[in-house]
């Protein structure tokens, strides 16, 4: 087996599965969802999607869940400037934002 030869073990339980399939075999995935994997006598759960440094893998390789995610933390960040900027007095303001 390929993991003991190079002395690698996987987790179950931090492991998932995640089926992608081109747009002509997309008919293919129920029954390859169906299948079950396991680890160490652990089942591997299938997933749509997966966080994988930083970005979100879906099975249908569409990056709109990142997308989302990172325009959500840039609008977090602009709130962040906003509020900060509120605290500060008027004649300061432009020294707030060089900041």
Known sequence: ???AEYSMSFI?????????????CRYLKPLL???VFY??????????????????????LDDGLTLRKRLGNFIGQINDV??????????????CLEV
């Open 1 to 3: 087996m390929y993991a």
């Open 12 to 24: 179950a339980q931090k492991s998932k599965r995640l089926v992608i399939l081109s747009n002509a």
């Open 33 to 35: 969802q169906d299948n």
């Open 39 to 60: 680890v160490d006598g652990k089942r591997i759960d299938v997933v749509s999607s997966f966080p994988h440094l930083g970005h979100v893998i879906t099975d249908t």
């Open 82 to 95: 906003c509020a900060s900027l509120v605290r500060c007095p008027v004649t300061s303001r432009h020294a």
